[in-house]
């Protein structure tokens, strides 16, 4: 009978620890991290299906879709036509989008010397002084974006994170909402071959 209790007990306090360890921020984070690294949390590296007719809802990167930088230089999509955009949507209050920051990096570190890719974090929220923080907090140096135009929906359909990988057309040729592990050979390889088309 005390061994009931005393496992009781042990399983209790392991389920209300880890309760206690999600609603801390920076463990939830180094929990997703870790299970992203099990591979459980992985990119589709698809285009999204466009229903109605055929080219009906393509975006190109000619439309009128223009960012902010951090010097608050307004830079248009349409000025990246040539180069794969990789296009990362995200707020400073979303766990899991700082969960997967650190992936993002070890990519755009692969592409470092690489003029035909460009990374734009773009914050949402246009949070600048929170989003530096924790991009210097996380030793990271991706470049962060604030919106200056709308967001297509198609890109951005509500839920954070979601990326957008553009190739040099300017063609959706991948869309994932949700938090993945970018570091994978396979987003390396998917990105070099946009690039050497």
């Known amino acids: 009978m005390e061994d009931k209790k005393w496992g009781r007990w042990i399983g209790n306090t392991i389920f209300f620890g880890l309760v206690i360890m999600l609603l801390i921020p920076t463990t939830r984070t180094w929990m997703q991290q870790g299970l992203m690294k099990l591979g459980l949390f992985k990119p589709s590296l698809e285009a999204p299906v466009v229903e109605g007719k055929e080219g009906e809802g393509e975006l190109k990167i000619g439309e009128d879709v223009v960012f902010l930088n951090d010097n608050e230089q307004r830079v248009p999509l349409a000025d990246l036509k040539g180069k794969v955009v990789f296009i990362n949507f995200w707020a400073t209050w979303c766990p899991p989008c700082k969960a997967e920051m650190p992936s993002i990096q070890v990519l755009k570190d692969k592409f470092k010397d690489n003029k035909n890719v460009e990374f ?78």
């Open 120 to 197: 734009m974090l773009v914050e949402i929220d246009g949070e600048k002084e929170k989003a530096n923080t924790f991009m210097k907090k996380g030793k990271m140096d991706l470049p962060i974006y604030y919106p200056d135009s709308s967001i297509p929906r198609e890109w951005l359909g509500g839920s954070i994170p979601t990326t957008v990988i553009l190739d040099k057309e300017g063609n959706t040729v991948a869309h994932h909402a949700g938090m993945a592990d970018y570091s994978k050979k396979e987003v390396f390889d998917f990105i070099t071959e946009l690039i050497n088309k």
